[in-house]
């Protein structure tokens, strides 16, 4: 059986070590305070990636499936963003360049 210490366990998880204490502090992760350590099973941090990783992908399929019956009924916008959804959101309009000769005519007087 291994066993990680939190740096570790946050490596594995692409975290960092305050968001695996809160996780294991919270029950969201399975590990154990020895002393003033954490202690993490390797397979329990294995496992909750599965689990995770299964239902955030069930969710995007329901979302997608959901949306197709919705858009196959023309009555919503799909959830999933395309680069052509996208295009347009969040633009501003270009600002103008200042004008540096009139600068630094202002600058020689």
Do not use: C, Y
Not at 54 to 70: F, I, K, P
Not at 75 to 87: D, L, Q
């Amino acid at each position: 059986m291994d066993t990680l210490d939190l740096q570790e366990a946050a490596e594995l998880l692409k975290v960092s070590d305050e968001t695996v204490r809160e996780m294991a502090r919270s029950g969201t992760i399975l590990g154990a305070k020895v002393g003033v350590a954490w202690v993490f099973i390797k397979d329990d941090l294995m496992e909750f990636l599965r689990r995770e990783t299964r239902r955030q992908t069930n969710e995007r399929r329901a979302a997608v499936e959901a949306d197709a019956v919705l858009i196959k009924n023309n009555r919503h916008k799909p959830h999933v963003e395309t680069a052509f959804s996208r295009s347009g959101k969040g633009r501003r309009e270009k600002r103008s360049l200042p004008n540096l000769d009139a600068v630094e005519a202002a600058a020689a007087q």
